[in-house]
Structures are given as structure tokens and as C-alpha cells.
């Protein structure tokens, strides 16, 4: 199969040549070029594997020029049992009326980052091997907090690569920022940056493009990679839960093969629920995507508005801060298909956007979108009311972003009347925001400590998952502080 620039179909490559470049050149995005189809046969076949059987199965549909051994040695490395808790690698968890919580925090970082970032860096590994790239490949990582730990853990000790990440000195929650700095292998490297997670993304974005670093890493033998979902190594992956989560609820006496379950998201970078779209597009009986976000709604706008993206707009620091994002970048990849491909039509839509912050798509595109999406977005209280009112009416305790998406989803059924069942994304672990979640229950916690895990615990009676748990007894190894303006002072660390 092959992939071609969302900005230009000229420029057409291999799936390893798109995940070893991970942005196309002219900042376009690599899309393949068709959705293969998942047949009734093999979702049959599905129904009878685990995860990692029905991972390597998916992805070997995307990714033609591996083979079927490569792709089980990677998912059974990937979502090897103890790194997931279990078998289980992504659990349904069945609510009242329909409702199917898809767990995708089980991984070691607790955050559904996870689910791409355990299999990433073996694809992007193979992919460097199979263009010809011997040279050391070096990560970096701009975080505000969850996909800076995830890329760490899924890079550690990985041959061939280093990995460095920059946080925002006071723009991490306590728990994020000691998973960073505690994180073990011989080519990590974490770093502190004295400014906001704005002020990390454009220090990163600056060595990226600074003539004269490039050539000092290329004379040392490094090249530069990104581990963002702007990478198609990121996305194929997160394909697999939405085809794996039908088989559960399938094997679970919940739908009858063929019928239709509608999917909820919370969304930041418009990643994960084009994932589940891809996944509809190659057969999967999906109905709606409802794509759920915070206060900042750019996106609810888009979808419910007349097709106009402007993100010339207040930004709000939320409780969901994984979903705090004015710029949601793979939503160039659905305007590519809805377009039918139109590679000039997507670059004019995106130097608008670059231009002016807003682009406005035409009224077929819009139509096209409105037969899958719908969206909604909630607030901070609204997003605290529905973890209370989980809890109480079901015993099950939700983190912050999930909450958002499963407060829209209410507001979707209230609205459309639409009582289809739903998997709703579970994002994150609850404990990963102890803060928050035990404000919404009307507790408090200590969140200067790693206490603050025991005390949700008790609160709740749902135990923390063993990795941050097992923080209390790990020893900070990074402390390094730098100003933006030195950042370029550490790439040396990486040599
Ligand atoms: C990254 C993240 C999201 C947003 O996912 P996108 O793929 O960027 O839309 C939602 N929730 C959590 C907990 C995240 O870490």
C-alpha cells in the first residue's frame, strides 16, 4: 500500500518511508491511499485472537512492506502482558443503557498514549532499517505532561535511538513530572524548560529547523525524529482498539456481528477518533463519531457550525489539559478524504490556516462530514458534575477527559434521541489527575505528594495502577533546569 502527502499526491512513499520521515516534505501529512477492506471472514477470524493477534492482523493491512512475523514479534513485544497489567490489553467495561467504557490506560505510562507509544518506536526502528538509514535516530519530545512520559517509556533502551523530552517547568501536574524524572534507560534524557508548554513546543520546533544543528548532529551521526501523532506509526496503531472493542462486545453477547455501535472521543489533536473513522472506513459497522471537547471548542464549532475552523479564540487552561489545543493537526487527514483526495484543496485550506488561523471547508465536504461526526464540548464544572454523578450512580470512576467525552455523549443522546450502543474512550487513569477528580467528589488530596494516589484510593475504593504506584519508590534522576533561549546547549547531552 502507499501513502501520498495530504498537501501534494506527488510525493508518494512506502509505509516505512512515511513512518521513518513522519512528516511529509512541504508539511504535509501521509495518508495511505486507500482503506483496506475488513472483511466478515476475518472479523470471524478476529473474534478468536487477543489483542496482539488482532494488533499485527490490522496493521499488516496498513503496513504492506512488513511482514506477518515482524508485526506479531512487535505486538508481542509491545503489549507484552506485563506491561499492561494482563492479557487485557484494552478492556471494555460495560455501563447501564449501552454505554461501553474502552479502557486504553492499562499501559505503564496510565494514559492511552500508550496503546501508539509501545509500538512506535519497533516500527520506526524497522522503517529506518528497510530505507537504509544507519545513522542514530534522535527523538524529541515537547510534552505537556502525558505523551512526553509515553514516548520515554516506549523509547527506553531502544538500539539505534535516543530520546530526549523537554517539560514546561511549571506547566506539569506533580505526578506527570515525577513519572518523567524518575524514567530509566541509558538514552533518555529529560530536561526542564524555565517557560510555558508553548515556549518548549517553539525551542523544539527551533532546533528543527536550524541549519546549523542539523549539520553538527549530521556530522555526529544523529538525525532528527518526532514521536507525534502527526506520524502515521502513531495512528495505525490506535486502528486496532476500535476493531478490537466491536470483537469484545461481540464475544460479550453485547452487539450481534454487524450491528452498529457508535463511538465517543475526547479530543486534542483529532487523532484517536480519526483512527476510529479510519477503522468505519474499512468496514466496521461504526454509526456516528461524536467528537467531545473541553472549553476549548474550536473543533464542536467546526463540526455543529458551518464547516468554519477559527482558531483565533481565547485559549483555557482546563482540567483536561491533554485536550487544551486551538490546532487539532489530523484533522488535515479527514479533509483529505472527505475531499476525495484533493491534495489542492487541503493545501489551500491549511496556508489558510497558517495565514490567517481559519479556513472554511465547502458545503459537499461539510455534508459529507455531518453523515459521520457530530460533537459537543463541556466545561470544567460540567466535566466535575459527570465524575460525581458516574460515581454515584455507577460505581465507576472516570478522569477528567473521559468525563468530558461521556458528558457529551449525554447531551447527544438527549438531543438526537439516538439510543445506539457506544464505546466511549477511556483516555487516562483517574489517579493521573488525583486533583480534580477527588475536587469533583468533594474531597481534597494532597497533590504536592505521591500520597495523593492512597488517598483516591480511599476515597473511591478503586485501587491506583501499580506504575504510579510504584513512584513513591523511585529517585528523580533529572533536574536540570535551562532557559528556552539555552536550549540548543543540550543537545549535547544526546552526543
Ligand atoms: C492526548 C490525549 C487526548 C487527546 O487525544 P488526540 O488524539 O490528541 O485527540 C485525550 N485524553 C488524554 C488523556 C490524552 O493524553
Known amino acids: 500500500m502507499d501513502y501520498v502527502s495530504s498537501r501534494d499526491k506527488k510525493l508518494r512513499v512506502s509505509a516505512a518511508q512515511a513512518i521513518a520521515a513522519g512528516i511529509a516534505p512541504g508539511g504535509g501529512l501521509f495518508c495511505p491511499t486507500e482503506f483496506p477492506a475488513l472483511t466478515a471472514?476475518?472479523?470471524?477470524?478476529?473474534?478468536?485472537?487477543?489483542?496482539?493477534?488482532?494488533?499485527?492482523?490490522?496493521?499488516?493491512?496498513?503496513?504492506?512492506?512488513?511482514?506477518?512475523?515482524?508485526?506479531?514479534d512487535f505486538a508481542a513485544k509491545a503489549y507484552a502482558d506485563e506491561k499492561f497489567g494482563g492479557a487485557d490489553t484494552a478492556p471494555v467495561k460495560s455501563l447501564?443503557?449501552?454505554?461501553?467504557?474502552?479502557?486504553?490506560?492499562?499501559?505503564?505510562?496510565?494514559?492511552?498514549?500508550?496503546?501508539?507509544?509501545?509500538?512506535?518506536?519497533?516500527?520506526?526502528?524497522?522503517?529506518?532499517?528497510?530505507?537504509?538509514?544507519?545513522?542514530?535516530?534522535?527523538i524529541l519530545v515537547a510534552t505537556s505532561g502525558d505523551t512526553g512520559k509515553a514516548a520515554l517509556e516506549g523509547f527506553a533502551n531502544v538500539r539505534g535511538t535516543k530520546i530526549m523530552v523537554y517539560y514546561p517547568v511549571d506547566g506539569v501536574s506533580p505526578?506527570?513530572?515525577?513519572?518523567?524524572?524518575?524514567?530509566?534507560?541509558?538514552?533518555?534524557?529529560?530536561?526542564?524548560?524555565?517557560?510555558?508548554?508553548?515556549?518548549?513546543?517553539s525551542a523544539v520546533k527551533r532546533i528543527f529547523t536550524d541549519d546549523a544543528t542539523a549539520k553538527r548532529m549530521a556530522d555526529?551521526?544523529?538525525?532528527?525524529?518526532?514521536?507525534?501523532?502527526?506520524?502515521?506509526?502513531?495512528?495505525?496503531?490506535?486502528?486496532?482498539?476500535?476493531?478490537?472493542?466491536?470483537?469484545?462486545?461481540?464475544?460479550?453477547?453485547?452487539?450481534?456481528?454487524?450491528?452498529?455501535?457508535?463511538?465517543?472521543?475526547?479530543?486534542?489533536?483529532?487523532?484517536?477518533?480519526?483512527?476510529?473513522?479510519?477503522?468505519?472506513?474499512?468496514?466496521?459497522p461504526v454509526g456516528k463519531l461524536v467528537c467531545a471537547s473541553n472549553q476549548n471548542n474550536v473543533l464542536t464549532d467546526f463540526f455543529r457550525q458551518?464547516?468554519?475552523?477559527?482558531?483565533?479564540?481565547?485559549?483555557?487552561?482546563?482540567?483536561?489539559?491533554?485536550?487544551?489545543?486551538?490546532?487539532?493537526?489530523?484533522?488535515?487527514?479527514?479533509?483529505?478524504?472527505?475531499?476525495?483526495?484533493?491534495?489542492?484543496?487541503?493545501?489551500?485550506?491549511?496556508?489558510?490556516?497558517?495565514?490567517?488561523?481559519?479556513?472554511?471547508v465547502p458545503a459537499e465536504l461539510r455534508a459529507r462530514i455531518a453523515e459521520d461526526f457530530d460533537a459537543g464540548c463541556c466545561d470544567d464544572a460540567e466535566t466535575a458534575d459527570t465524575i460525581r454523578r458516574t460515581f454515584e450512580r455507577e460505581g465507576y470512576l472516570l478522569d477528567t477527559h473521559t468525563a468530558v467525552a461521556v458528558k457529551v455523549y449525554e447531551d447527544y443522546r438527549a438531543r438526537t434521541g439516538d439510543m445506539t450502543p457506544v464505546v466511549i474512550a477511556s483516555t487516562a487513569s483517574p489517579f493521573k489527575f488525583c486533583g480534580p477528580v477527588a475536587a469533583a467528589l468533594g474531597k481534597t488530596v494532597d497533590?504536592?505528594?505521591?500520597?495523593?494516589?492512597?488517598?483516591?484510593?480511599?476515597?473511591?475504593?478503586?485501587?491506583?495502577?501499580?506504575?504510579?504506584?510504584?513512584?513513591?519508590?523511585?529517585?528523580?534522576?533529572f533536574d536540570r533546569v535551562v532557559d528556552k533561549a539555552d536550549i540548543l546547549s543540550t543537545l549535547d547531552l544526546l552526543l
Not at 447501564?96 to 499501559?107: A, K, P
Not at 496503546?115 to 537504509?132: E, F, I, N
Not at 478490537?244 to 477518533?273: E, R
Not at 475504593?461 to 504510579?468: E, F, K, S
Request: proline letters at 4%; one cysteine or more.
Open 175 to 201: 505526578m506527570q513530572k515525577l513519572q518523567m524524572v524518575t524514567q530509566q534507560g541509558d538514552n533518555v534524557e529529560v530536561v526542564a524548560i524555565q517557560g510555558n508548554f508553548d515556549d518548549a513546543q
Open 41 to 72: 471472514d476475518e472479523m470471524q477470524v478476529l473474534l478468536g485472537k487477543d489483542y496482539k493477534g488482532r494488533a499485527a492482523h490490522i496493521l499488516g493491512k496498513f503496513l504492506t512492506d512488513f511482514t506477518a512475523e515482524e508485526l506479531s
Open 447 to 477: 497533590t504536592a505528594s505521591v500520597s495523593q494516589l492512597s488517598e483516591l484510593s480511599a476515597l473511591t475504593g478503586v485501587a491506583a495502577p501499580a506504575p504510579l504506584a510504584a513512584l513513591a519508590d523511585k529517585t528523580p534522576r
Open 220 to 284: 555526529a551521526g544523529c538525525i532528527f525524529s518526532s514521536a507525534n501523532s502527526i506520524n502515521w506509526g502513531r495512528l495505525a496503531p490506535q486502528i486496532v482498539y476500535y476493531v478490537s472493542a466491536y470483537c469484545d462486545l461481540v464475544n460479550a453477547g453485547a452487539l450481534k456481528m454487524g450491528d452498529k455501535m457508535n463511538v465517543c472521543v475526547p479530543t486534542g489533536n483529532f487523532g484517536n477518533i480519526l483512527a476510529a473513522y479510519i477503522a468505519k472506513q474499512m468496514g466496521l
Open 96 to 138: 447501564s443503557d449501552g454505554v461501553h467504557m474502552l479502557e486504553l490506560w492499562h499501559g505503564p505510562t496510565c494514559a492511552f498514549k500508550d496503546m501508539a507509544l509501545q509500538m512506535l518506536p519497533h516500527l520506526l526502528t524497522a522503517s529506518l532499517r528497510k530505507t537504509g538509514e544507519t545513522r542514530t535516530c534522535c
Open 306 to 360: 458551518g464547516g468554519v475552523y477559527d482558531r483565533n479564540r481565547p485559549f483555557y487552561t482546563t482540567d483536561s489539559p491533554s485536550m487544551d489545543i486551538l490546532i487539532s493537526s489530523n484533522l488535515e487527514r479527514l479533509l483529505f478524504y472527505v475531499s476525495g483526495q484533493n491534495d489542492a484543496l487541503v493545501a489551500k485550506m491549511m496556508a489558510e490556516l497558517n495565514e490567517t488561523g481559519r479556513y472554511e
